[in-house]
């Protein structure tokens, strides 16, 4: 089945320790990138790859970090995570960036920070 | 990427068709329309896609205004899955693109039993 998985799907942390959330999919798709959701702001950009070794910032890139060294997968890199990234994040992948390509999404990993 | 209006939210009852409506006054001639929605307690999900002509697919239609400053997606028979927040999206095709959805409020679906 095609999809796009994330791991964790629930995760509480404290302030300032360090953590992964991985994203994988199996469509042997080009394009990355990674969303927060948050009430009221809607789901925003954090950072994009298309394709393998290359990454860019979003719109809200700050206070993360990605890597793509392999095609199907695309893990966020919180170093030292704050309360104020307390959010859903959602994965997605699709064949390219452009617009005629549908971006299919993970499942979303809940994340508290205290 | 242009700006969209959407209601807030709607209701529908099963098994009967829904019109939701997407206001895009300001869409530029390259800007193609997306719909996507996000049922509870999952990630988006592609729904269906357009640029001038109407668009149908397995999961709903999409009709497109003459002059393209509006668009309605139509779910042919409501069923209580499609209860969801439907997101209405402009996106232009350039090389240079960083390939994001510009997600907005989108509107709610209900569908009542």
């Known amino acids: 089945e095609a999809q796009v998985t994330q791991n964790p799907r629930y995760l509480i942390t404290v302030t300032g320790k360090k953590l992964t959330v991985t994203c994988s999919q199996n469509?042997?798709?080009?394009?990355m990138s990674w969303y927060r959701q948050d009430p009221g702001l809607g789901l925003r950009q954090i950072y994009y790859?298309?394709?393998?070794?290359?990454?860019d910032k979003g719109d809200v890139p700050e206070g993360y970090k990605v890597s793509r060294k392999e095609k199907r997968n695309f893990p966020l890199i919180l170093e030292s995570p704050s309360p104020n990234q307390t959010s859903l994040y959602f994965c997605?992948?699709?064949?390219?960036?452009?617009?005629?390509?549908?971006?299919?999404f993970g499942p979303g990993t809940r994340l508290t920070v205290l | 990427d242009a700006k969209t209006t959407q209601p807030n939210s709607m209701e529908s009852n099963e098994e009967e068709p829904v019109h939701l409506p997407c206001n895009h006054s300001?869409?530029?001639?390259?800007?193609?329309i997306h719909w996507y929605r996000q049922l509870p307690s999952q990630g988006p999900e592609y729904v269906i896609h357009?640029?001038?002509s109407n668009v149908n697919n397995r999961m709903a239609s999409l009709a497109i205004a003459e002059d393209r400053k509006s668009s309605t997606l139509i779910l042919h028979r409501a069923t209580l899955r499609d209860a969801a927040v439907y997101y209405c999206?402009?996106?232009?095709?350039?090389?240079?693109?960083?390939?994001?959805?510009?997600f907005g409020k989108g509107t709610k679906l209900s569908v009542k039993p």
């Open positions: 300001t869409i530029s001639g390259t800007d193609y």
């Open positions: 999206i402009l996106r232009d095709d350039y090389g240079g693109s960083q390939g994001n959805l510009i």
């Open positions: 357009g640029l001038t």
């Open positions: 790859s298309m394709n393998v070794e290359v990454t």
């Open positions: 997605a992948s699709s064949l390219s960036q452009r617009t005629y390509n549908e971006q299919f």
């Open positions: 469509m042997n798709h080009e394009y």
